[in-house]
């Protein structure tokens, strides 16, 4: 066994996880918990940011962020059932790494925006098109029915599909390769590499 996970990693991936789940379950009251989840996730993304490009090995962006040929390669292997075992993150968990915090960044945003549509007008260069739409006041208290409102309940239902995806993708992975990816992101170590693994 060897230590892929650091802590800093190990810490974030549970926390971004448990703020995603407090937003989502206090989604309906869009009260002082919701919101401040949200603040929580931004200062989690942040932190990770700077991580993925000063933290250990396994952290950085540079070791597993690849471009799509190496993604739709990978998969076009997984699904004929000969993928290699990854240490680090396979290129479709970078994949799904990278569309996580993304979308997690765009549902804060847009949530953050949604409680007082005139911060609209501090964003840069806002299209004119897409500016005034949506700064529109909403039908309901924190931007509730406005297209900021709709926009971030769009996104929160997108991450959590890709939440949906990124576990089965981990059960998959665990099953073909015979190691528990879930509790390696919990004591950060996992098997060592052996011939065709990719370290």
Aim: no cysteine.
């Amino acid at each position: 066994m060897i230590k892929v996970w650091d802590l800093g990693l190990r810490v974030f991936h549970w926390s971004l996880l448990a703020t995603f789940a407090v937003a989502w379950l206090m989604s309906d009251d869009a009260g002082a918990v919701h919101a401040w989840s949200g603040y929580v996730a931004a200062g989690l993304i942040a932190l990770r940011l700077v991580w993925g490009v000063i933290g250990p090995r396994y952290a950085r962006f540079s070791q597993f962020v690849t471009g799509p040929a190496a993604v739709i390669d990978y998969l076009k292997a997984a699904l004929a059932g000969r993928e290699p075992r990854y240490v680090g993150h396979n290129p479709a968990g970078a994949a799904m790494i990278v569309a996580l915090l993304i979308t997690m960044s765009a549902t804060v945003l847009s949530g953050w925006l949604a409680l007082e549509p005139s911060r609209v007008a501090m964003l840069p260069a806002v299209p004119a098109v897409v500016g005034p739409a949506f700064a529109e006041d909403g039908e309901g208290e924190d931007g509730e029915g406005s297209m900021l409102g709709e926009l971030h309940g769009a996104l929160a239902n997108l991450m959590l599909l890709l939440v949906v995806l990124h576990v089965g993708g981990v059960v998959l992975a665990s099953r073909r390769h015979q190691e528990n990816l879930a509790a390696a992101m919990i004591t950060g170590v996992k098997r060592a590499p052996a011939e065709g693994d990719i370290a």
